[in-house]
Nanobody
């Protein structure tokens, strides 16, 4: 069974940091591009960042550029999202998804529901 499991969410104060992890099982994540998405209460899901299978190509949503960093460790079959300088508007459920087509994962596109493998999400709350 192809699975992605997110972890690392929680409550953090504004200005703080969190690192999310996305672990793959049941398939070889090395051959897949991976993206992070988020959905805030009452809002549509949006793309946050994506990384190619080799890690050589990255893309970010304008709202998180210079604050968030996506990376991957293929030996551990895990993709990370380092989130710094968090703001209350970053509060959302964060999802990771994987696809062999890097272009589908672009944060500027709305392709989440078409992606091959999708996780269940982890909640990030930014509040004082």
């Amino acid at each position: 069974q192809l699975q992605l499991v997110e972890s690392g969410g929680g409550l953090v104060q504004p200005g703080g940091s969190l690192r999310l992890s996305c672990a793959g099982s049941g398939f070889d994540l090395d051959y897949y591009a991976v993206g992070w998405f988020r959905q805030a209460p009452g809002k549509e899901r949006e793309g946050v960042a994506c990384i190619s299978a080799t890690g050589g190509s990255l893309s970010y949503a304008d709202s998180v550029k210079s604050r968030f960093t996506i990376s991957r460790d293929n030996a551990k079959r895990t993709v990370y999202l380092q989130m710094n300088s968090l703001k209350p508007e970053d509060t959302a459920v964060y999802y990771c998804a994987a696809d062999t087509d890097y272009g589908l994962l672009s944060p500027q596109k709305q392709n989440y529901k078409y992606l091959e493998v999708r996780g269940q999400g982890t909640l990030v709350t930014v509040s004082s």
